[in-house]
Structure formats: structure tokens, C-alpha cells
């Protein structure tokens, strides 16, 4: 399935801002992390369609996720 | 720190008292509010004779420890007519303290019209003329005055908005850069106006240090308090290296940032404006992407924002500035959002009211949305100058939205809402709608748990949970507004055990108490209670703890949230 991944803050190094990945079906936000080489610890913030999603949550086709690393401000 | 000056501008007196035992304990905001909700007349008018203008260091301030540099002011706010304290970093909180200073209270107002300087020294403070100051914005004046007393002069001031008493005018304080901090919310700029001060000087040569009672106590949890900063990932990575603007994309992908006077959730142009692009402007240009706001602050949330040649432009660039000018204003160009912010700075007027008082001109169509260098223009030529024009918008929001006859103004006890919308989420929207002060983020900040997953999570789009996470929020930051610490000391504190404990010893290291956590709670609680007898004094009712309506029949996209909370949940948040 394809699912857009758009990455912030420190998370864009050497990575990308946004990008059309090709997933496995059933794959899980921590599948997404894996496939990003990111370590789950590092995971601020995962949104899917402007809602909070934990690690467990499952994709499906033409999704967008929004990741962002711990940040904050006020 | 144990004196108290009273400066009596009626009759141009300066007197110095010890402090009262039941003052003893308190600091920051905590003494600011008490001391104006034990002697000022609730329904005085707040540019009159009997408002009282009050500046107060917090406990830990001169202190060694991490962010402990800030100083509360209070009064009661021609704005909102509510209670009010604003804290702000520069340089004076310590300087006071280090002075023994734990409070200055400037009571009355002058009969002539003649304008004063406020002189703080070792010796005590004298009222000096200072009319050759009047009509000069923020930056001629500290230019003036460093000038005349060297460059560690320690100074706050107010601009033409804050003499001609409007009600965005804030109090502008020197930082250690010679640029400036505010006492932004709430328009004491103004009450310090009424009272014909147009700036404080503080000369602290021959200040001690700050005694602590027991000092291996005090390192000890320094270092602990110190370590927490420096290792949560908010405090010791995020906000060094993206300032608070890092907020931009996080609320627009939340839905929750609010774009062109409060009508959408999300800001087509949000990169332009979001803190990766900031952050990459600044080093590309060879600012400084981190920068503390007075001495002794670790985590350094500020930045120095600097133009295409490298020259300064703006610091303490803050989200809610950025948001206010770039999403809810439509203003696409940083660089021009980054002048408007200097610009605000230099006639001492908020930036968030500011940025959303020009928002509400947009929608009244005295001004084109997203039109950045007219909004230069009417900051620097109109509010600045204090032109008819000027004194409606310098008013602030409510005063924008009633000369105009606007429906959609964005206030609560008309204060401008900052940059979370209250309908996707709620949370906030409670802090809005029960805060003391008018609509303050600050006040009990749930976007940390409503958005950033920092002290657990609670659903921003849900109602449960929100009036309970509101109330500990704005009873703990009570708390922690009265120490003198930087509200961000808020982010280890709510995920690592160690560093609130270590800040409660902090505080009983250097008075030699032996407070507990619930303690602590209980100031919290008891600052919040004297706040709200002040606003119920003052003629404030439950009906005034209400967003506006408009929130409750326009939702906002992309999850068409509206607000729905019953009065009765609301008014639950009382209870304690
Ligand atoms: S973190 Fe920011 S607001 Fe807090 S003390 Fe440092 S510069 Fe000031």
C-alpha cells in the first residue's frame, strides 16, 4: 500500500519534509519508524489525518502520517 | 531579600518597610497578587489613582539556579478589569534580588503632568525628572539611559502606547544583549503610564548575593534540577534548537492552529513560517538559534533573528508572534513578521495581543490580510504615534472588534486568544474560558499534554478530561510563577519525578523550609483563590467564564470541531 509520510524537526535530517512510501499491508506506525530507521524512544508525536495514533496503530492505503520527534514549546 | 519600597506618586514619596511574616514565603506572582488583591480596591479603575503597580523577583531569583531570572509584575489590567500578573527574563529580577528588593509597589498618580524616572540604588529609590524621555520609543530610551549609566543599567520602560495608556501596551525590560523582554499581557504598560513613570532604572553596585540557608543542600539540587532540564528532549533539545516556533507544523498538523482570524485549523503556508524554516534562516544567515533570556538560563528557547546581511532584526522570536502575524494575520514572509516583532518591541506593545489585534483590522478591512509592511506601517505610524486609528487598535482585540462592529473577535474577558483554538483543542480552551487573567495560554498550558504527549496524553478533540487537566495545570504554574523559574521548566517537571522534587528542594534549601509537594499544590491553589475574590470583586461572574460565541456555531476545519462545553462543566473547574 502507499501511505505518505511527512517527518519534522530534527527527524528531516538526512531523511526527507515528504514522501510517498510503498509499505506492506497491515504495517503499524512502528513499522513506519522501522523503515525510517528511527528508534521508537526518539517518537514524539505520530499523526494520522490530524488525529494522535500510538505505535500499535494500523495503516491503511493512501493514509498520511505526520511524525514528529519530542519537541515543545509555549 | 527582605525589603518593600513604596513609591507613593501622589505625594512623591519613597519609603522602604521589612516584609510582613505572611509575605515571607512568597515571591513572583504569588506576592504580586497578593499584594494587589490585599490593597487595591477591586472595582478601582485601573488607570486611577488606586490601582497600584507592583514588581516582584521570584523565590529563587539571584539565586545559582537554572531559569530562576524572572520578574512578575501585577495590578489590576485595564484590559480585561481582571487580576493580572506577566512575568518576563531580563536582567532586573536579579538585579532586585540581589539587592535584597523582594518587592516595589508604586501606589497613586501625579496631579501635574510631568513624567518620572524611578532610580533604584543600594541607598533606595528616588523619583527623577524625566521628561527629556517622553515621546521616545523603548530603544531610544535604553539608549538614553545606557549611555548616561553604562551598559549593566538595568532598565524597564514603556513606549508612546504604554504613555498614552493604551491597553496592548506592555512593559518593556532590558535583556543581557541590551535588546528586550516583556511583561507583554495585559496592558500594565498602560497603568504604568497613569502613574507618569516612563522608566525604572536599577543601578545594583554593591549588591550581595542572594543568601541561602543551606548551601550543599542547594548545589545538590541544583545540579539535579539543571540535569533534568538539560535531559528531557523538549527542554534540552527542542526548544535550543527550534525556539517555541516548532509549534507551527505540530498544531497544523493537529488541526488546531489558528488561520486567518480563527476561521480554519490549518495554515496552507505553514513551512514558510514553521521553526525548521526558522531554524535553517537563522543558521544560513549566522544568527543565533539559541539564546537565554537573562543569566543563568540553560535551556535558551530564544534566538537572535537576523536579516539577509546578518544584522539583527528581532529575538525571543516566539510562536505565538509568529502565528498571530503568519497564520491568523496571513503574513507569508518571516523576515516582515520578524520586523513587526521588533517593531512591537520598540513601541512596547504585547506581540500576541498585537499580532491579534491586527488580525481583527484585517477582518474589519482597515488593513489587507497578509499584508506585512502595512502592518509595519500602522504599528510603527499608528499605534506607535498614537493617531485616532491607533488608539482603537492599540486598545487591543475587543476594542478592534467593537469600533467595527465584528463578530468574530477572538477575546475572553477581552484579552486576544493566542495561538491554540480552543474548538480542536479543548483543553486550552478551558484555561481560556477560567484562567484569572483573560485568555492566557500560559496559564495552565494542556497543549503539553493535549498535543505534545508530555504528562501523559488526553484527547484534544474530546471534552472528557480537560476542565480536570486544566485546573492541576493552572494550580501547579500558580505555583511555579511565584519561584521566578521560565514556565518551560514545566516540561522535565511533568515527566521526570526528580525535577519537581529537586525544585521544592531548591526552595527549601534557600529559605530552610521543609515544604512538600502538596504544599507547593496548596500555594498554588491559594494564589488561584486570592485571584479569583479579586475578579469576583471587581463584578466577574461565572458568566464571564465563557469563550465567545461564535466558537460555539462556526466549526473549524479539518475536524469541524466546535465548542461544546455546558456552562455546568465549565464551571466545575472552581471546584477545589
Ligand atoms: S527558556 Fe526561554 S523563556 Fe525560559 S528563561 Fe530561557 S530564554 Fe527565557
Known amino acids: 500500500m502507499k501511505i505518505t509520510v511527512k517527518l519534522f524537526a530534527g527527524f528531516r535530517e538526512n531523511r526527507f519534509k515528504v514522501a510517498e512510501r510503498e509499505l506492506a499491508d497491515g504495517c503499524t506506525i512502528a513499522g513506519v519508524l522501522s523503515d525510517l530507521g528511527i528508534s521508537e524512544p526518539e517518537l514524539g508525536v505520530a499523526l494520522i489525518n490530524g488525529r494522535h495514533v500510538t505505535l500499535d496503530q494500523v495503516l491503511s492505503d493512501g493514509e498520511t502520517v505526520s511524525l514528529f520527534p519530542k519537541v515543545g514549546g509555549g | ?576
Open chain 2, 1 to 576: 531579600m527582605n525589603k518593600i519600597f513604596r513609591i507613593n506618586m501622589s505625594d512623591m514619596t519613597s519609603k522602604v518597610e521589612s516584609v510582613p511574616a505572611e509575605w515571607a514565603g512568597l515571591g513572583g506572582r504569588g506576592l504580586t497578587s497578593t499584594i494587589v488583591a490585599a490593597e487595591v480596591p477591586p472595582r478601582c479603575h485601573p488607570l486611577g489613582p488606586n490601582n497600584k503597580l507592583v514588581f516582584a523577583p521570584g523565590l529563587l531569583t539571584g539565586t545559582p539556579a537554572a531559569q530562576s531570572g524572572r520578574l512578575s509584575a501585577g495590578a489590576k489590567s485595564p484590559l480585561t478589569g481582571t487580576i493580572k500578573e506577566s512575568n518576563a527574563g531580563g536582567t532586573a529580577a536579579q538585579q532586585l534580588a540581589r539587592m535584597g528588593i523582594k518587592a516595589i509597589v508604586i501606589e497613586g498618580m501625579p496631579s501635574e503632568d510631568k513624567w518620572y524616572r524611578l532610580h533604584v540604588t543600594l541607598d533606595g529609590i528616588s523619583i527623577e525628572p524625566a521628561d527629556e524621555l517622553v515621546g521616545k520609543q523603548n530603544f531610544a530610551v535604553m539608549d538614553q539611559l545606557m549611555d548616561k549609566f553604562g551598559p549593566k543599567i538595568g532598565i524597564l520602560t514603556i513606549g508612546v502606547p504604554g504613555e498614552l495608556r493604551m491597553c496592548a501596551a506592555n512593559i518593556s525590560v532590558k535583556d543581557p544583549d541590551q535588546k528586550i523582554r516583556s511583561h507583554g499581557r495585559g496592558g500594565l504598560g498602560a497603568v504604568m503610564g497613569s502613574k507618569k513613570i516612563k522608566c525604572i532604572t536599577i543601578d545594583d553596585s554593591g549588591g550581595g548575593k542572594v543568601p541561602i540557608a543551606d548551601p550543599d543542600k542547594f548545589r545538590t539540587a541544583a545540579k539535579i534540577f539543571a540535569k533534568s532540564l538539560l535531559d528531557h528532549p523538549v527542554s534540552g533539545e527542542g526548544l535550543p534548537t527550534y525556539g517555541t516556533n516548532i509549534l507551527i507544523n505540530i498544531l497544523n498538523e493537529a488541526g488546531g492552529l489558528p488561520t486567518k482570524n480563527f476561521r480554519y485549523g490549518q495554515c496552507e503556508h505553514h513551512e514558510k513560517i514553521s521553526g525548521e524554516t526558522m531554524h535553517e534562516t537563522i543558521v544560513a544567515r549566522g544568527g543565533k538559534h539559541k539564546h537565554g533570556c537573562h543569566a543563568g538560563c540553560i535551556i535558551q528557547c530564544s534566538q537572535v533573528y537576523v536579516d539577509e546581511a546578518g544584522i539583527y532584526v528581532t529575538s525571543g522570536f516566539e510562536y505565538e508572534t509568529i502565528w498571530g502575524l503568519g497564520a491568523n494575520a496571513m503574513i507569508e514572509n518571516l523576515d516582515d513578521i520578524a520586523k513587526c516583532d521588533n517593531i512591537m518591541d520598540d513601541i512596547g506593545i504585547d506581540s500576541i495581543e498585537g499580532a491579534v489585534l491586527l488580525a481583527t483590522a484585517m477582518e474589519a478591512g482597515v488593513i489587507p490580510w497578509g499584508d506585512g509592511k502595512e502592518c509595519l506601517r500602522v504599528l510603527r505610524d499608528e499605534i506607535g504615534k498614537g493617531t485616532p486609528l491607533g488608539r482603537i487598535l492599540g486598545n487591543g482585540t475587543a476594542s478592534v472588534g467593537k469600533a467595527y462592529g465584528l463578530v468574530r473577535v477572538p477575546v475572553v474577558k477581552g484579552q486576544g486568544i493566542p495561538a491554540y483554538d480552543p474548538r480542536s483543542v479543548k483543553g486550552i480552551g478551558v484555561t481560556y474560558a477560567t484562567s484569572t487573567m483573560g485568555a492566557d495560554h500560559t496559564a495552565g498550558y494542556t497543549i503539553a499534554t493535549n498535543i505534545l504527549k508530555v504528562g501523559g496524553y488526553i484527547d484534544p478533540l474530546k471534552k472528557e478530561g480537560q476542565v480536570e487537566l486544566s485546573r492541576n495545570l493552572q494550580i501547579a504554574t500558580a505555583a511555579v510563577d511565584s519561584t521566578g523559574m521560565c514556565v518551560f521548566i514545566a516540561f522535565p517537571a511533568l515527566d521526570i519525578p526528580e525535577s519537581f522534587t529537586a525544585l521544592i528542594d531548591l526552595i527549601n534549601a534557600a529559605y530552610g523550609l521543609s515544604l512538600t509537594a502538596d504544599d507547593v499544590t496548596e500555594l498554588g491553589k491559594k494564589i488561584l483563590k486570592i485571584e479569583h475574590d479579586f475578579n469576583k470583586g471587581a463584578g466577574f461572574t461565572n458568566q464571564d467564564d465563557r469563550l465567545p460565541e461564535f466558537f460555539t456555531y462556526e466549526p473549524i476545519p479539518p475536524h469541524n470541531a466546535v465548542w461544546d462545553f455546558t456552562d455546568e462543566e465549565i464551571d466545575e473547574f472552581w471546584n477545589f
